[in-house]
Protein backbone atom coordinates (compact mmCIF):
# COMPACT_ATOMS: atom_id res chain seq x y z
CA UNK A 1 0.00 0.00 0.00
CA UNK A 2 3.04 2.42 0.36
CA UNK A 3 3.73 2.00 -3.38
CA UNK A 4 -0.07 3.03 -4.08
CA UNK A 5 -0.80 5.71 -2.22
CA UNK A 6 0.81 8.88 -2.34
CA UNK A 7 -0.13 9.99 -5.70
CA UNK A 8 -2.50 12.88 -6.68
CA UNK A 9 -3.33 13.99 -9.64
CA UNK A 10 -4.16 17.35 -10.23
CA UNK A 11 -8.23 17.49 -11.58
CA UNK A 12 -8.51 21.20 -13.39
CA UNK A 13 -12.25 22.57 -13.39
CA UNK A 14 -13.44 21.69 -17.00
CA UNK A 15 -10.99 19.36 -18.20
CA UNK A 16 -11.31 16.39 -19.39
CA UNK A 17 -8.13 14.75 -17.71
CA UNK A 18 -5.91 15.51 -14.86
CA UNK A 19 -2.73 16.84 -14.95
CA UNK A 20 0.24 15.03 -13.27
CA UNK A 21 3.53 15.52 -11.46
CA UNK A 22 6.43 12.99 -10.39
CA UNK A 23 6.56 14.99 -7.21
CA UNK A 24 3.10 13.20 -6.19
CA UNK A 25 4.45 9.40 -6.14
CA UNK A 26 6.59 7.78 -3.92
CA UNK A 27 10.06 7.84 -3.74
CA UNK A 28 10.23 3.90 -4.20
CA UNK A 29 8.32 4.21 -7.56
CA UNK A 30 10.37 7.20 -8.77
CA UNK A 31 13.73 5.86 -7.70
CA UNK A 32 12.66 2.13 -9.45
CA UNK A 33 10.66 3.21 -12.39
CA UNK A 34 11.40 6.88 -13.56
CA UNK A 35 15.09 6.84 -12.42
CA UNK A 36 17.53 7.66 -15.11
CA UNK A 37 18.31 4.10 -15.94
CA UNK A 38 14.60 3.03 -16.31
CA UNK A 39 13.30 5.66 -17.95
CA UNK A 40 15.26 6.14 -21.04
CA UNK A 41 13.84 2.61 -22.45
CA UNK A 42 10.61 3.40 -21.18
CA UNK A 43 10.41 7.03 -22.83
CA UNK A 44 11.55 4.88 -26.17
CA UNK A 45 8.68 2.38 -25.90
CA UNK A 46 6.53 5.28 -25.15
CA UNK A 47 8.00 7.15 -28.60
CA UNK A 48 7.95 4.11 -30.87
CA UNK A 49 3.91 3.19 -29.50
CA UNK A 50 2.94 6.43 -30.58
CA UNK A 51 0.71 6.53 -27.89
CA UNK A 52 0.50 10.36 -28.57
CA UNK A 53 -0.94 9.49 -32.01
CA UNK A 54 -4.53 8.29 -31.24
CA UNK A 55 -5.19 11.51 -29.69
CA UNK A 56 -7.86 13.13 -31.93
CA UNK A 57 -6.83 16.23 -33.10
CA UNK A 58 -10.05 18.69 -32.74
CA UNK A 59 -10.40 21.67 -34.51
CA UNK A 60 -10.58 23.81 -31.16
CA UNK A 61 -9.12 24.28 -28.21
CA UNK A 62 -12.63 23.97 -26.11
CA UNK A 63 -13.27 20.52 -27.94
CA UNK A 64 -9.49 19.43 -27.11
CA UNK A 65 -9.97 19.74 -23.35
CA UNK A 66 -13.41 17.76 -23.58
CA UNK A 67 -11.40 14.65 -24.04
CA UNK A 68 -11.09 12.14 -22.05
CA UNK A 69 -7.52 11.66 -22.13
CA UNK A 70 -5.64 8.97 -20.02
CA UNK A 71 -2.83 9.60 -17.82
CA UNK A 72 0.26 9.08 -19.74
CA UNK A 73 -1.36 11.22 -22.80
CA UNK A 74 -2.55 13.71 -20.33
CA UNK A 75 1.28 14.06 -18.94
CA UNK A 76 3.36 12.89 -22.06
CA UNK A 77 1.26 14.08 -25.15
CA UNK A 78 0.85 17.78 -24.20
CA UNK A 79 2.52 20.63 -22.09
CA UNK A 80 1.22 21.04 -18.78
CA UNK A 81 -1.94 23.55 -18.90
CA UNK A 82 0.05 25.73 -16.61
CA UNK A 83 2.15 27.18 -19.18
CA UNK A 84 -0.34 28.34 -21.11
CA UNK A 85 0.68 27.36 -24.69
CA UNK A 86 -1.19 28.18 -27.87
CA UNK A 87 -2.91 25.25 -28.89
CA UNK A 88 -2.49 24.33 -32.27
CA UNK A 89 -3.35 20.54 -32.61
CA UNK A 90 -3.10 17.60 -30.21
CA UNK A 91 0.31 17.67 -30.32
CA UNK A 92 1.16 20.83 -31.54
CA UNK A 93 1.34 23.50 -29.07
CA UNK A 94 2.84 26.67 -29.68
CA UNK A 95 5.23 29.14 -27.39
CA UNK A 96 3.62 32.43 -26.32
CA UNK A 97 5.96 35.41 -27.92
CA UNK A 98 5.90 36.39 -24.10
CA UNK A 99 7.78 33.07 -23.43
CA UNK A 100 5.53 30.19 -21.04
CA UNK A 101 3.71 31.88 -17.74
CA UNK A 102 5.49 29.59 -15.48
CA UNK A 103 9.63 29.40 -15.65
CA UNK A 104 8.97 25.55 -15.20
CA UNK A 105 11.27 22.64 -16.47
CA UNK A 106 8.35 20.97 -18.47
CA UNK A 107 7.27 24.23 -20.03
CA UNK A 108 11.48 24.59 -21.09
CA UNK A 109 11.22 20.26 -22.02
CA UNK A 110 8.55 20.69 -24.33
CA UNK A 111 8.90 20.33 -28.02
CA UNK A 112 6.54 19.37 -31.17
CA UNK A 113 8.61 17.10 -32.47
CA UNK A 114 6.65 14.03 -32.33
CA UNK A 115 9.63 12.17 -31.19
CA UNK A 116 10.09 14.20 -28.17
CA UNK A 117 6.64 15.52 -27.30
CA UNK A 118 6.78 16.23 -23.48
CA UNK A 119 8.28 12.06 -22.84
CA UNK A 120 11.45 14.14 -20.62
CA UNK A 121 8.87 15.82 -18.72
CA UNK A 122 7.82 15.22 -15.00
CA UNK A 123 4.68 15.48 -16.17
CA UNK A 124 5.11 12.21 -18.25
CA UNK A 125 6.73 10.41 -15.46
CA UNK A 126 4.27 11.36 -13.26
CA UNK A 127 1.26 9.99 -15.88
CA UNK A 128 3.10 6.92 -16.03
CA UNK A 129 3.51 6.40 -12.23
CA UNK A 130 -0.48 7.27 -12.55
CA UNK A 131 -0.89 4.51 -14.38
CA UNK A 132 1.32 1.79 -12.47
CA UNK A 133 -0.02 2.71 -9.57
CA UNK A 134 -3.94 2.38 -11.08
CA UNK A 135 -2.75 -1.09 -12.68
CA UNK A 136 -0.53 -2.19 -9.20
CA UNK A 137 -3.87 -1.46 -7.18
CA UNK A 138 -6.07 -4.30 -9.80
CA UNK A 139 -3.25 -6.57 -9.18
CA UNK A 140 -3.58 -5.96 -5.22
CA UNK A 141 -7.86 -6.51 -5.78
CA UNK A 142 -6.70 -9.67 -7.82
CA UNK A 143 -4.37 -10.86 -5.28
CA UNK A 144 -6.55 -10.20 -2.44
CA UNK A 145 -9.48 -12.57 -3.70
CA UNK A 146 -7.52 -15.29 -5.41
CA UNK A 147 -6.55 -15.31 -1.58
CA UNK A 148 -9.66 -15.58 0.03
CA UNK A 149 -10.42 -17.97 -2.59
CA UNK A 150 -7.33 -20.36 -1.35
CA UNK A 151 -8.60 -19.77 1.99
CA UNK A 152 -11.76 -20.66 1.75
CA UNK A 153 -10.51 -23.84 -0.43
CA UNK A 154 -8.57 -24.88 2.33
CA UNK A 155 -10.98 -24.42 5.15
CA UNK A 156 -14.04 -26.78 3.28
CA UNK A 157 -10.51 -29.53 2.56
CA UNK A 158 -9.74 -29.08 6.10
CA UNK A 159 -13.11 -29.43 7.05
CA UNK A 160 -14.03 -32.95 5.38
CA UNK A 161 -11.19 -34.22 5.96
CA UNK A 162 -11.97 -33.41 10.11
CA UNK A 163 -15.42 -34.85 8.92
CA UNK A 164 -14.16 -37.94 7.71
CA UNK A 165 -11.78 -39.06 10.37
CA UNK A 166 -14.57 -38.58 12.34
CA UNK A 167 -16.78 -40.73 10.18
CA UNK A 168 -14.19 -43.72 9.66
CA UNK A 169 -13.68 -44.16 13.59
CA UNK A 170 -17.38 -44.39 14.22
CA UNK A 171 -17.62 -46.88 11.64
CA UNK A 172 -17.63 -50.65 12.67
CA UNK A 173 -18.26 -53.05 9.99
Not at 21 to 27: A, M
Not at 45 to 66: M, N, P, Q, R, Y
Not at 99 to 107: E, F, K, R, T, Y
Request: hydrophobic share 30%.
Amino acid sequence: MVVTNKGVARKISGLGFSEYQVEDYSDWLQDNFVNNNNWDHIRSCLSDSHVCKTLHSEATFSGFIKQKLSSIQSGCCKPPMYCRFVYKNATTWMVPKSGPDVQDSDCRTWSNDQRKLCYNCKSCKGGVLANIRKEWRLLAILNICVLILVIITFNIGCGIRKNRKSDDKNFTP
